[in-house]
C-alpha cells in the first residue's frame, strides 16, 4: 500500500516563497509517476505539476510555470513543489499523487493534502 504524506504548506504574503514535501512509502520511489494538484475553496481540483519518473520528464499548468519547480530526491523517498513569487490566487489545498503506470493523467494513490494561503 502506497502512503503520501504531505508537510510544508503555511501562510506566506504575495511574493513570497515555500516548499511543500511528499513523502513515499510502501513502493519503490524511483518508478512512480508524482504530481502535485490542488484546489481552492468552491473549485475544482486542478493539475500544478507533475515528475514521470527520477530523472524523467517534467510538465507544469501554466498558471505557475517560471514560478514553480518540482523536484525529487529519491534517497529520501521524497518529491518537493517549490513555489516562488507566490500569489494570493494560488491559495489552495495542495495534495500529493502517485501512480505506477508511465505513461498518462491518472493518480491512484492521494496524500491528504497541506493548506497554502498567500495574503495579499
Known amino acids: 500500500q502506497v502512503q503520501l504524506t504531505e508537510s510544508g504548506g503555511g501562510l506566506v504574503q504575495a511574493g513570497g516563497s515555500l516548499r511543500l514535501s511528499c513523502v513515499v512509502s510502501?513502493?519503490?520511489?524511483?518508478?512512480?509517476?508524482m504530481a502535485w494538484f490542488r484546489q481552492a475553496p468552491g473549485k475544482e481540483r486542478e493539475f500544478v505539476a507533475s515528475?514521470?519518473?527520477?530523472?524523467?520528464?517534467?510538465a507544469y499548468s501554466e498558471s505557475v510555470k517560471g514560478r514553480f519547480t518540482i523536484s525529487r530526491d529519491s534517497a529520501k523517498n521524497t518529491v518537493y513543489l517549490r513555489m516562488d513569487n507566490l500569489k494570493p490566487e494560488d491559495t489552495a489545498v495542495y495534495f500529493c499523487?502517485?501512480?505506477?503506470?508511465?505513461?498518462?493523467?491518472?493518480?491512484?494513490?492521494w496524500g491528504q493534502g497541506t493548506q497554502v494561503t498567500v495574503s495579499s
Open positions: 499523487a502517485a501512480d505506477p503506470s508511465i505513461w498518462g493523467t491518472k493518480y491512484t494513490y
Open positions: 510502501g513502493r519503490t520511489f524511483s518508478s512512480l509517476r
Open positions: 515528475s514521470r519518473s527520477t530523472g524523467g520528464s517534467v
